[in-house]
């Protein structure tokens, strides 16, 4: 087995109605890292954020992720953590070489690293992905399956099409 880019990698996310978008994310943490530290959004931190609609428990939530992982055989190579705040475990684990995240969230990294710096931790690599877009060209998300414009693969549904 040859060795993977960096050693600890984390992502984090709310990872609500799991989408492709959401695979994406965790693929690209799988593919750069040997261990993977999955950070899940909390209630607690849910709490700060307005949401249009309910989000599902922590417990279905992380269900949904750990089932998306077995059917991709993976195994004991990832760890999911609560997520209470904003940084995780980001400013107190210096083995994490790497941070995978999207478009939307990539402009916190900048603020982690400022943190870990003042901490004497060496700064987090930044990986950003692309939004997966949906049949309709615009980004998956969970807010768009929710109002029932799309599915979780980006279709559109036919309520929605134009006539």
Known sequence: MHRKKYRKVAVGGTFDKFHKGHEKLIDKAFELGEFVLIGLTTAKMLKSHTKLF???????????????????????????????N??????????????????????????????????????????????????????ISTTRIKRGEIDRDGQVLLSTKPK
Do not use: C, W
């Open 54 to 84: 309910p989000i599902a428990s922590y417990s279905t939530r992380k269900k949904a992720l750990i089932n998306y992982l077995k059917n991709k055989g993976v195994k004991s190579v990832y760890q999911i953590i609560p997520l209470d």
């Open 86 to 139: 904003p940084f995780g475990i980001t400013l107190s684990d210096e083995k994490i070489e790497a941070l995978v995240v999207s478009h939307e969230t990539s402009s916190r990294v900048k603020e982690i690293n400022t943190l870990r710096g003042e901490q004497g931790l060496k700064p987090i690599i930044l990986i950003v992905i692309e939004m997966v877009l949906s049949e309709d060209d615009v980004p």
